[in-house]
């Protein structure tokens, strides 16, 4: 016997959540994350109340004066159905963006429903709750967005989708039990923080090579890399780096090829360092924040070797004390610029860790009074990013 589809007027509506039960290591350069997830979809299918009673009675009509007694057989008998796929209707949910072949153990429980209570017991008025339960562990890909790295707001995802048409099959939320985050059980809490909070998108896309539509449900958890690491590893080292070139000042102007020689090697110092963090992050197309700042602070030891070669030549500038006088301006000046570069630094700092302290506790109060809507906070997530 082939399977056959629910008795529908339209699409079915499959009921989906995802809690996410672990969270392992988040390899930022590949953009993928380890992960264990507790998914459950549910649906329902008269049909197979139907095929049951047609199947195991030779009079549906036993049926036609519904009391307890009955019902109550019937709800025994339908619990301990198993599913077959070659028999029974399935959406054929998978998860999109896992990597390679993730573990996964599923299970379905059947379970006898009345779709309106205030009817009389009809057979009519019953129908058949499939719920699927998996557990999946593996990995995930995720395009991870590094515009603010590394004061950067993540966001890790599991996507579900059918390999049936949105004509067929259409994925909404759980209407009775909502999706969730386990923060406690977060492998990777020395390099982010986990927030107690999820976001659920639903959406559909092109599927090019069927040509047709599908439904696509989206649960994302949010992630904030602690930079701390970072703010001693790579900040402090290039901006120490790049103060050293202000010591080259000390060196007579008009012996340009000691000051050239040790702006070089800074400047071959500063290029070797940023070379070493870029092999942390993907090749992306776009600068981050510290890439923003490596380069500003390239930028400063370039003109610095610009400038002393230009100071030291005796045919642009023969004489020694305009050498000096001249070399003391561009000094301040420099000096001056260095500082409000940082300084705008700073101040980018403090504001964005203020934002995200404020998102946090946003997430926190909405955590406790269920009353305010998470589309509010959903808001301001994407206001962050």
């Not at 039960?21 to 590949?30: A, L, Q, V, Y």
Request: glycine share 2%; with cysteine; proline share 3%.
């Amino acid at each position: 016997m082939g399977a056959y589809s629910p008795e529908k007027a339209c699409t079915v509506e499959v009921e989906s959540r995802v809690n996410f039960t672990k969270i392992g290591e988040i390899d930022t350069k590949n953009e993928k994350f380890a992960a264990e997830a507790y998914i459950e979809c549910m649906w329902y299918d008269k049909k197979i109340l139907k095929h049951f009673i047609e199947f195991n009675f030779l009079e549906s009509s036993y049926f036609d004066d519904l009391n307890d007694i009955k019902i109550q057989f019937l709800k025994s008998n339908i619990n301990r159905l198993q599913f077959n796929p070659e028999i029974y209707w399935s959406p054929d949910i998978y998860v999109e963006n896992s990597i390679g072949s993730p573990k996964e153990a599923s299970t379905f429980d059947f379970e006898l429903i009345k779709q309106n209570q205030s009817l009389k017991s009809s057979i009519e008025n019953f129908t058949v709750r499939i719920t699927e339960k998996r557990q999946i562990e593996g990995f995930f890909y995720e395009r991870l967005e590094l515009n603010d790295f590394p004061v950067d707001l993540q966001e890790l995802s599991i996507k579900l989708t059918s390999k049936k048409s949105v004509n067929e099959v259409i994925l909404v939320e759980n209407r009775t039990e909502n999706s969730g985050v386990n923060k406690e059980n977060f492998a990777d809490q020395q390099q982010w923080e986990l927030f107690d909070f999820v976001k659920i998108s639903k959406n559909t896309f092109e599927d090019k090579w069927k040509k047709d539509v599908r439904s696509e449900f989206k649960v994302t958890c949010l992630v904030f890399r602690k930079y701390g690491f970072y703010l001693w590893n790579a900040y402090l080292l290039i901006f120490l780096i790049t103060l050293l070139g202000f010591t080259i000042f000390s060196i007579n102007p008009s012996t340009p090829q000691f000051r050239c020689q040790v702006t070089g090697l800074l400047l071959l110092t500063s290029i070797n360092f940023r070379w070493i963090i870029t092999q942390k992050l993907p090749s992306v197309s776009y600068l981050t924040l510290l890439d923003k700042y490596t380069i500003g602070c390239l930028i400063f030891l370039v003109l610095f070797s610009i400038w002393h070669a230009v100071v030291g030549s005796d045919i642009l500038i023969p004489d020694i004390d305009k050498k000096k006088e001249i070399d003391c301006y561009f000094f301040l000046v420099s000096a001056v610029v260095f500082v409000l570069y940082h300084l705008f630094f700073i101040a980018w700092f403090i504001k964005k860790i203020f934002d995200i302290k404020q998102l946090k506790s946003r997430i926190l109060n909405s955590n406790v009074d269920k009353t305010k809507p998470t589309e509010f906070i959903i808001e301001l997530v994407e206001q962050f990013k």
